[in-house]
């Protein structure tokens, strides 16, 4: 079945880094879409970042410049490389596939979710 895991969470000092894994599988990362989102408390899911199968990036604004995503098909693995942490970006980031719509950051349109892991970006 389809799995997603994700890893690489932590606590960092504003202006700090991290990579965000999602090791996916059940299926063959090559032909999938994969998106990364994040929830901070009392707010609303949203899309950060997506990875086509075509190649093609998306991210929203907020985090462009900052934050790059990559996918290694080999290992099955999505990355979230995430440079110039601010306190607005504390949040759970979930990967997510299964994309059936035509907006890369509706939680909507995603069927499959990992657990998630905690980023927090504080002093």
């Known amino acids: 079945q389809v799995q997603l895991v994700e890893s690489g969470g932590g606590l960092v000092q504003p202006g700090g880094s991290l990579r965000l894994s999602c090791v996916t599988s059940?299926?063959?990362?090559?032909?999938?879409?994969i998106g990364w989102f994040r929830q901070a408390p009392g707010k609303e899911r949203e899309g950060v970042s997506c990875?086509?199968?075509?190649?093609?990036?998306y991210y929203i604004d907020s985090v462009k410049g900052r934050f790059t995503i990559s996918r290694d098909n080999a290992k099955n693995t999505v990355y979230l490389q995430m440079n110039s942490l601010k306190p607005e970006d504390t949040a759970v980031y979930y990967c997510a596939t299964g994309f059936r719509g035509n907006r890369w950051y509706a939680p909507t349109d995603y069927h499959y979710w990992g657990q998630g892991t905690q980023v927090i970006v504080s002093s």
């Open positions: 990875s086509g199968s075509d190649g093609r990036t």
């Open positions: 059940g299926f063959t990362l090559d032909y999938y879409v």
